[in-house]
């Protein structure tokens, strides 16, 4: 057997969001997979369904008795995003679920990985640092729907005997994020260094989060999905995603005044979605802890690269430059 008769096909949906774009550069360095994509319209949901079906067709061909791993990455909600929208959300991801269910099944060893969110679910939890070992507990639409999608792909796993890897995501940033949502701290902070704009932050100075660089992420995630194919059938891996490191918004804002010689322009506002926010929000990995152990980008490099990259946009794209899809 070649070795090009072994390497996995993996899909990674959500490959034009700041994640998945990061997973596919990192998962295509490996040189040890094949890595496919292919954009999914989203905003109309019976399209979505048919391009996620052709998407499904086109990795079992390619697969032809390969391994073949699958990575949802997708989802444009985030918090303070009205219940409905998630609602159509959760429905797209059970119908692919049901879709790759009839796909699998006799078409060899498979993975799945879905990437969910830290902040979402455990923001009801009780008291920082929170593990794998804390019991959930959202209080915004968003975090339900992020355990929703959790607990289809638990059955899925059931269901299939295919292996899941869940990743429970700290705060994401760095180059290419959408300054469209209203998402992304440190990278609107750094729209507002590059345009003058001010920005309102509607959270106390000392609310405390995980910054996780994306290239760091993904990197981590393409170690979880190489580990996710030894599993054994139906097992479901729980793990967060984070830098193990809490900084307050009030850290963050000096290290920014640092990088960009200047004070953040940024206000104290209000906001009806600050009732979904908490104060603390630490994390601590005691699952597969070995893949935690490297050398992490330092929060002033990842802010310097953030920075660099929307000087560049704008150098390319001009005025528009700060319109990115997802």
């Given at each position: 057997?070649?070795?090009?008769?072994?390497?996995?096909?993996?899909?990674?949906?959500?490959?034009?969001g700041?994640?998945?774009r990061?997973?596919?550069?990192?998962?295509?360095?490996?040189?040890?997979?094949?890595?496919v994509?292919?954009?999914i319209?989203?905003?109309?949901?019976d399209?979505?369904?048919?391009?996620?079906?052709?998407?499904t067709?086109?990795?079992?061909?390619l697969?032809a008795?390969r391994?073949?791993?699958?990575?949802?990455?997708?989802?444009?909600?985030?918090?303070?995003?009205?219940?409905?929208?998630?609602?159509?959300e959760?429905?797209?991801f059970?119908?692919?679920?049901?879709?790759?269910?009839?796909?699998?099944?006799?078409?060899?060893?498979g993975?799945?990985?879905?990437?969910?969110?830290?902040g979402?679910?455990?923001?009801?939890?009780g008291?920082?640092?929170?593990?794998?070992?804390?019991?959930?507990?959202?209080i915004?639409?968003?975090?339900?729907?992020?355990?929703?999608?959790?607990?289809?792909?638990?059955s899925?796993?059931?269901?299939?005997g295919?292996?899941?890897?869940?990743?429970r995501?700290a705060?994401?940033?760095?180059?290419?994020?959408?300054?469209?949502?209203?998402?992304?701290?440190?990278?609107?902070?750094?729209?507002?260094?590059?345009?003058?704009?001010?920005?309102s932050?509607?959270v106390?100075?000392?609310?405390?989060?995980?910054?996780?660089?994306?290239?760091?992420c993904?990197?981590?995630?393409?170690d979880?999905?190489?580990r996710?194919?030894?599993?054994?059938?139906?097992?479901?891996t729980?793990?967060?995603?984070?830098?193990?490191?809490?900084?307050t918004?009030?850290?963050?804002?000096?290290?920014?005044?640092?990088?960009?010689?200047?004070?953040?322009?940024?206000?104290?506002?209000?906001?009806?979605?600050?009732?979904?926010?908490?104060?603390?929000?630490?994390?601590?990995?005691?699952?597969?802890?070995?893949?935690?152990?490297?050398?992490?980008?330092?929060?002033?490099?990842?802010?310097a690269?953030?920075?660099?990259?929307?000087r560049?946009?704008?150098?390319?794209?001009?005025?528009?430059?700060s319109?990115?899809?997802?």
């Amino acid at each position: 057997m070649t070795f090009d008769q072994i390497r996995p096909v993996t899909w990674v949906i959500g490959a034009g969001g700041l994640l998945g774009r990061s997973l596919v550069s990192d998962l295509r360095s490996r040189d040890d997979q094949e890595v496919v994509t292919m954009p999914i319209p989203w905003s109309d949901p019976d399209a979505a369904a048919s391009a996620l079906q052709a998407g499904t067709d086109q990795l079992f061909s390619l697969c032809a008795g390969r391994p073949w791993r699958v990575a949802w990455c997708a989802g444009a909600g985030v918090t303070g995003t009205p219940a409905v929208v998630f609602e159509q959300e959760t429905a797209t991801f059970a119908g692919y679920l049901d879709q790759l269910q009839v796909a699998a099944d006799g078409n060899g060893q498979g993975s799945v990985f879905l990437a969910s969110s830290a902040g979402g679910v455990y923001a009801g939890s009780g008291q920082a640092p929170f593990s794998e070992n804390d019991v959930a507990g959202a209080i915004s639409p968003y975090g339900a729907a992020k355990l929703a999608c959790e607990q289809l792909v638990v059955s899925f796993a059931a269901n299939t005997g295919v292996p899941v890897l869940i990743g429970r995501i700290a705060n994401l940033y760095g180059p290419g994020q959408n300054l469209s949502k209203p998402q992304g701290l440190i990278s609107h902070i750094c729209r507002s260094h590059i345009t003058g704009q001010p920005i309102s932050v509607y959270v106390s100075l000392d609310t405390v989060r995980d910054y996780l660089y994306v290239g760091d992420c993904a990197s981590m995630i393409g170690d979880g999905l190489a580990r996710l194919s030894r599993q054994p059938r139906s097992n479901v891996t729980l793990k967060i995603f984070a830098s193990g490191q809490g900084v307050t918004i009030g850290a963050l804002l000096g290290e920014c005044r640092h990088i960009f010689k200047r004070t953040p322009r940024v206000v104290l506002g209000t906001s009806p979605n600050a009732k979904f926010q908490v104060r603390d929000l630490r994390l601590r990995s005691r699952v597969w802890p070995d893949l935690d152990r490297r050398t992490l980008t330092p929060l002033s490099v990842g802010i310097a690269a953030t920075v660099a990259d929307m000087r560049r946009a704008m150098q390319e794209r001009g005025p528009d430059w700060s319109a990115r899809s997802s």
